[in-house]
């Protein structure tokens, strides 16, 4: 079975570009989360979906950031304008629908803001 | 503020010896504990989750949780330098399916051969 799936896996920009990061769940999960870990603040949860409704965005740092899901399996992270601040690793995680709350984490997008 | 707390290490351990893990957490509704491994440029791997006071073990992997002193451990028995890596501690208030974790910022082992 394939994995979480993320694109780009790096990702090199300039100040004020737009950026698109991707994420493909594992089939037959319906809860995704993204992620954003840096050396200081660790893993900071940004936003989480459950059957393609985002449930909590509070993690989302700023307007700049939205998310969606427009489908069961896809979803995008995007950053518009970015900043050098921005710059960090991105994971993308998915969560089976029963039981239990297990997560299990995609490649990550490592994105460096110029 | 819902917090997770891990000593930041290095906890460094010689080859063969057990090395543990600790890790506090502040919300006393928690109720789903993780473990993941780190290795460094890759993704947060789940190697254990207890849900239930006392012991869980796994192979050479151990979770201890002690949900009265909001404490919950991860020995690793026979230690090997493929085990060099951070540790994620893991919390979440429920087991349904789509519940927000919050991360510690993860132990640091390194063990020597």
């Known amino acids: 079975d394939a994995g979480v799936i993320q694109s780009p896996r790096h990702e090199v920009t300039e100040m004020g570009q737009e950026v698109t990061l991707r994420c493909k769940l594992i089939s037959g999960h319906n809860s995704l989360f993204w992620y954003r870990q840096t050396m200081m603040r660790g893993l900071e949860l940004l936003i989480y979906?459950?059957?393609?409704?985002?449930?909590?965005d509070s993690g989302m740092p700023e307007d700049r950031f939205s998310a969606k899901m427009p489908n069961a399996s896809f979803s995008t992270l995007k950053i518009q304008p970015s900043e050098p601040r921005d710059s960090a690793v991105y994971f993308c995680a998915s969560s089976p629908g029963v039981s239990y709350n297990e997560q299990f984490f995609g490649p990550g997008t490592r994105l460096t803001v110029l | 503020q819902k917090e997770v707390e891990q000593n930041s290490g290095p906890l460094s351990v010689p080859e063969g010896a057990i090395a543990s893990l600790n890790c506090t957490y502040s919300?006393?509704?928690?109720?789903?504990f993780f473990w993941y491994r780190q290795y460094s440029g890759k993704s947060p791997e789940l190697i254990m989750f207890?849900?239930?006071?006392g012991d869980k073990e796994d192979g050479r992997f151990t979770a201890q949780l002690n949900k009265a002193s909001q404490y919950v451990s991860l020995l690793i028995r026979d230690s090997q330098p493929s085990d060099s890596a951070t540790y994620l501690c893991?919390?979440?208030?429920?087991?349904?399916?789509?519940?927000?974790?919050?991360f510690g910022k993860g132990t640091t082992l390194s063990v020597s051969s």
């Open positions: 893991a919390v979440s208030q429920g087991n349904q399916a789509g519940t927000a974790l919050i």
């Open positions: 207890i849900y239930s006071n």
């Open positions: 919300d006393r509704g928690s109720q789903s």
């Open positions: 979906f459950n059957n393609n409704v985002p449930i909590d």
